[in-house]
Nanobody
Framework: QVQSVASGGDSVQAGGSLRLSCASS????????MAWFRQSPGKEREGVAA???????SYADSVKGRAIISRDNAKNVIYLEMSSLKPEDTATYYC????????????????????WGPGTQVTVSS
């Protein structure tokens, strides 16, 4: 079965840290840009971070300096480490597969990415 499943979400206090994981099966992440997105109720989906097959990384301004995306091709897993969490980071986080090896400039829109539900919930309380 082709899918990517996100996990690691939790309820944390502001200022805390989390590491999200996304395990993929049925395909090799080594062939694809991989990215994290998030969405909270009433808001549009937001691109959080992306990593190309060459490990070039891109971050949304909202998480820059607080997030690190990484990939382990051997394990077919990507990670998102977030620190100094804020209440506005509260959302359901999804990982997604890009259509190519590079993460194009417009990756944050999620266009042409493949998403699998249901994501993992991150709740940050003040």
């Amino acid at each position: 079965q082709v899918q990517s499943v996100a996990s690691g979400g939790d309820s944390v206090q502001a200022g805390g840290s989390l590491r999200l994981s996304c395990a993929s099966s049925g395909y090799g992440i080594s062939e694809h840009c991989m990215a994290w997105f998030r969405q909270s109720p009433g808001k549009e989906r937001e691109g959080v971070a992306a990593v190309s097959t060459g490990s070039l990384k891109s971050y949304a301004d909202s998480v820059k300096g607080r997030a690190i995306i990484s990939r382990d091709n051997a394990k077919n897993v990507i990670y998102l480490e977030m620190s100094s969490l804020k209440p506005e980071d509260t959302a359901t986080y999804y990982c997604a597969r890009g259509p190519s090896r590079s993460c194009d400039r417009g990756w944050f829109s999620g266009r042409f990415f493949t998403f699998w539900g249901p994501g993992t919930q991150v709740t940050v309380s003040s």
